[in-house]
């Protein structure tokens, strides 16, 4: 990995808001983020409040000028929403209409059909991870638990040797792969570039999501051995449709995005010539924007209307996806301003100080602190979004791969042991029927074992890239 000098930062940094020292900036970011966690778990507070109040008590701790601060806040709130809204936009649709149209459900029965008791596991973790690529998490939770209640139920499977699996699929596209907002929050904020992260989060999410799902399942499912709760089998999202999206269309329209990106990140390692006429196109076509637009509108045909929806039905279902992520976007937004308002402090000369002092390195710092933050919030955008904050003048010098890195090592992070101050615990016991131990046991580790394999793949890949 490579260091980053302070004249290196200097040469890329605007002049501080303030004249504080680093003690006193010490003081300010964790007042800041501990009136951020007060807020949320004390008072209940949305996020997108607790990050604005958070970050203005930031600059004031600091002794920034209150007008510098509001004014930090607001341009970085402005320019994230700018860098991710219209994609976290784009991929909200894609998931609403791979839900509507019930092509997660043939992607699901399809796979299922051809696998046994011994490949179940696999399979479970196989559907959410290909599921979970356009969805948010709590959409894929929702979709998905029918699934794996109804499988444990009919097959007389282990709750947990079906469920971890699909979680840990989740779970890990959630945090590490793009574009998740956590993922893409991380990648604006530190500069990397998308398609290498996808590349690199692809490599690491593999032997991740193994380790986490199919083989730890075997050892949750000892420790916890429950019936599915027969209460929480909800209706499937199509059974009311007279006809589903053909397998190989849903599968083609899913990865679509996923493999324009690629082949633009391919392209460039390979060719690396800005002016090839071949780089030209994939530029264009690969980026985030066109990748999933392009993915949203053949959407519309491979999936709207495969499913035999009008045309007024497919604008109903683009409209209704939209409105959920209006808090999602809020809370990316302030998530940004709090970035730009820790930069603008000089927060980020100070973690550089004390990075180089402890000889701690900068991926590992950056786990760190995500770890840190994901454990008081009990969020992983949360994390992801102040983490990459924190270290985003490190990055300054780093390279493309090394970035790319940068932004996995905090989305590993953001994932680290989900407890009693996370939703997504609460969602998961209460769709399983566990008690608080029980989750603790068995969701909660799993968290952990995905930010634990996850950070050390990342440091492993960074020796070798």
Known sequence: MTSLSVETLAAGATEPITSAGNA????AVLAGIAVIVLLITKFKMHAFLALTIGSLALGAFAGAPLGKAIEAFSKGLGSTVAGVGVL???GAILGKLLADSGGGDRIVDTILARANGRTMPWAMVLIAS???LPLFFEVGIVLLIPVVLMVAKRGNYSLMRIGIPALAGLSVMHGLIPPHPGPLVAIDALGANLGVTLALGVLVSIPTVIIAGPL???YAARWVDIPAPEKMIPARPSEDLDRRPGFGATVFTVLLPVVLMLSNALVEIVVDDPGNPVQKVTDVIGSPLIALLAAVLVGLFTLG??????KERISTTVETSLAPIAGVLLIVGAGGG?????????VGQMILDFSENWSIPTLLLAWLIAVAIRLATGSATVATISAAGLVAPLAAGMSTT???????AIGAGSLFFSHVNDAGFWLVKEYFGMSVGQTIKTWSVMETIISVVGIVFVLLLSLVL
């Open 24 to 27: 006193q900036l010490g003081i």
């Open 88 to 90: 976290i936009a784009l």
């Open 130 to 132: 290909v599921i979970g």
């Open 216 to 218: 730890f399942s075997r």
């Open 305 to 310: 209307r495969a499913a035999g929806f009008t």
């Open 338 to 346: 709090f970035k730009q308002t820790l930069i603008d402090v000089g």
């Open 402 to 408: 090394e970035s790319a890195l940068l932004v996995l």
